[in-house]
């Protein structure tokens, strides 16, 4: 019986010729997979059991995206989430619960303090920030309830670089999970399970995005059962992700190395005139030999990326410094990095108990503009009134 054309206008089934293959992963949307038959529905987030279950889980585009990031990190297992912040959630709601303790660096990315502070302590979760500089000494602070370490190297803003190694191997001695947020290193420059980490995490906002018009997060793992805990985890969370987000990060992947390429050395050339201006106090680059942690960072890092931030001489005053960045043209105010375009931000006051510069912190973010327009850009806004008296 033939049927209405309302009805034939919803069939979902394919009319295009089969056999299309193209250079690009398709995008597949989809909140509703349909099952081959009744006695095949089974609602399960997992892939290995049941490849596609409901949207929720992942379509072809998101795992594609997991696949491909867990090869880029060594893991055996990765899965993509609604963004960073996201995936450092998943990692405490995948392995910690009520009387548990957590350490975790006072250089973290803010957002992971403040999740610990205003979240984990209402669920019972003790939170504990530690000096990121600790190595091995941070053995004194393990508690028999501690469950997890974090670690972020360099520490956001304020750049240390932690001996990862040396605490991997206190904490598995404690038999203590250890997480990294490898955002920095957007998993090329630092190998996060070769150096002792249990579970890798990373913003692909930033370097796999790469163009400052994604929200993703990944979390990768090469234990079997932290695969399970995470899974579930994830689940029940409810973080589905955009195939359309990760169709954009896939491309991404596509120009990574070229671009991380160009940010290395455009960024050591920016932080290197930095250093010679006498507005500035220090550079904060693990890159430098004068850094902080550059020993460590030369050991366990294979390359640098594009943030740093410079520490501004005591006699230049905060707002002093904030009419010094809107002098800037080039470089554009707001948060994040890894993108194409250059980026500062103040970052005062932050909560630290060791290296405090009080006003005098700015990140850079150094995009994929040309070095030489960068540094005249920098220079025309330390010195206003010399420019102004040359006509420009």
Known sequence: MPRHRQTTALDPRPRAPAGFRSLATATYRGSTTLFDSARAVRDDWCPERVPYAYGLHGTPTSLELAARVAELEGAEHCFITPGGQAAIALVYFAFCAAGDHVLVPQSAYGPNNDLARDLLGKLGISVQTYDPTLGSGIASLIRPNTRLIWCESPGSATMEIQDVPAIAAVAHASGV???????????????????????????????????????????????????????????LLGMAVSPDDCSLALRGLQTLWVRLAHLQTATLQVAQWLKGRPEVDKVLHPALPDCPGHELWRRDFSGSTSVFSVVFNPELSGEALLDFIDRLSLFHTGYSWGGVTSLVAPHFNLNRDERQYGDRLVRFNIGLEHVDDLIADLEQAFSPDKHRGDGQ
């Open 177 to 235: 999970l250890l997480a990294l947020d490898n955002t920095y290193a957007s998993g090329v420059f630092f190998d996060a399970f070769a150096h002792g980490v249990d579970v890798s995490i990373q913003a692909l906002t930033k370097y796999i995005g790469g163009h400052s018009d994604v929200l993703l997060g990944s979390v990768s793992s090469r234990n079997a059962d932290h695969y399970q805990a995470l899974g579930l985890a994830r689940s």
